[in-house]
C-alpha cells in the first residue's frame, strides 16, 4: 500500500486565514521552520492507480491539484480518486465531498451517523446517489471497498469507535453529552491485499485501555495530534474551548498521547490533524523535539509512506 497525506493540519489550516497568533504569523511570514499545512486528509492505493480518500477535507481540490497522482489519466474527464471513506460528518471531513460534484463516479463509504448527518444536509444531494452511490460501514465489521461501478479496489477498511463527540454543527447544547453517540468518531483499520495494515484515527479524545490493546503491534498508526495541551486555545486567546469539549486528546501532559503509547509497540507513530496553535507544528520547537524523541513523526503535506 502506498499512503499520501494530502492534508496534516487541523480544521482551518496552517496558516488558519483569521489567525494571527505566533505559529500562523511565522507560516505566512514564509518561516522555514513553519511550512503551510491543509487539512487533514489522506490517499491510499494498493494497485497504484485507483485511490481511496480518508476524509475530505475542505482543501481538498487543492490537494488534488498538488498530487499528481490524482490527476486526470485519460479521456476528457477521469479521475484515480475511486472511492472516500469518512471517519466522521465533521466539516473538516465532509466539505470536500463539494469538489466531487463534477458527475465523476466514486463510492462513499461512512458510518450510519455520519450518512444521518449527510441526508439532513440538501446541499450534499449534488452529488446524486447513481453516480456517488453511498454504503454503510459498521462498528467492528470489515468492509472491502469497491468503486462506484463495484469493482474491488484490494483495500479492507474496519470501522471502530473511538472517544469523540457530534459534530459541532450537530451539537445539543441541552444534553451534558452534547448529544454524542457510538459511531459519531471512528477510528479505521485498513488493511491491503497482502495483509499489510495500519490505523487511521484523525481524531480521538482519550485512549482508553481497550483502544491501545488494539493497536498494540501496529506497523503503522497515524493519529490525532490536534493539541499539545487541553488549554491552549484558552491560554493563546483563539478560542473558550478545552481540547476535551472539543473531543480532541492533548499530546502532552499527563494522559496525554505521548505517556499513552510511550511503551507501545507500534512501528511507526504519525501524527495528523495538527491545529495551527500547536507549537509541535514548528520544527524548532520544544514540543516538536519532544514528539520525534518520543518516536512520533509530525505530518506534513505531501509525506509518502509505504507498507
Known sequence: MKLIILGAAAGGGFPQWNCACANCTRA??????????????????????????????????????????????TG?????????VLTGADVDFTAGLLNLREGQPFALYAGQRTLDRLAESAIFRVLAPTTVPQRRIEIDTATRLLDAAG??????????????????????????????????????KITGPDGAFFYYIPACAAVPPELA??????????????????????????????????????????????????????GQKVFVHINNSNPMILDDSPERAAATHAGWIVAHDGLELTL
Open 213 to 266: 490493546a488494539r493497536l498494540h503491534g501496529a506497523p503503522l498508526l497515524l493519529f490525532d495530534g490536534t493539541l499539545w495541551h487541553d488549554n491552549e486555545m484558552i491560554d493563546a486567546g483563539l478560542l473558550p474551548k478545552t481540547g476535551t469539549r472539543m473531543g480532541h486528546i492533548s499530546v502532552g501532559g499527563a494522559g496525554g498521547t505521548l505517556e499513552a503509547f510511550a511503551n507501545a509497540a507500534i
Open 76 to 84: 476528457q474527464r477521469d479521475s484515480p480518486i475511486a472511492a472516500v
Open 151 to 188: 469493482h474491488d479496489l484490494a483495500l479492507t477498511v474496519e470501522p471502530f469507535a473511538v472517544p469523540g463527540k457530534i459534530a459541532l454543527y450537530a451539537e445539543n447544547t441541552d444534553r451534558p453529552d452534547l448529544g454524542s453517540t457510538e459511531g459519531d468518531t471512528l477510528g479505521l
Open 28 to 73: 505566512r511570514a514564509g518561516d522555514p521552520h513553519a511550512k503551510p499545512r491543509t487539512q487533514a486528509a489522506l490517499a491510499v492505493t494498493a494497485n497504484g492507480q485507483d485511490y481511496v480518500i480518508f476524509n475530505a477535507s475542505p482543501d481538498l481540490r487543492q490537494q488534488i491539484l498538488g498530487t499528481p497522482a490524482l490527476h486526470p489519466r
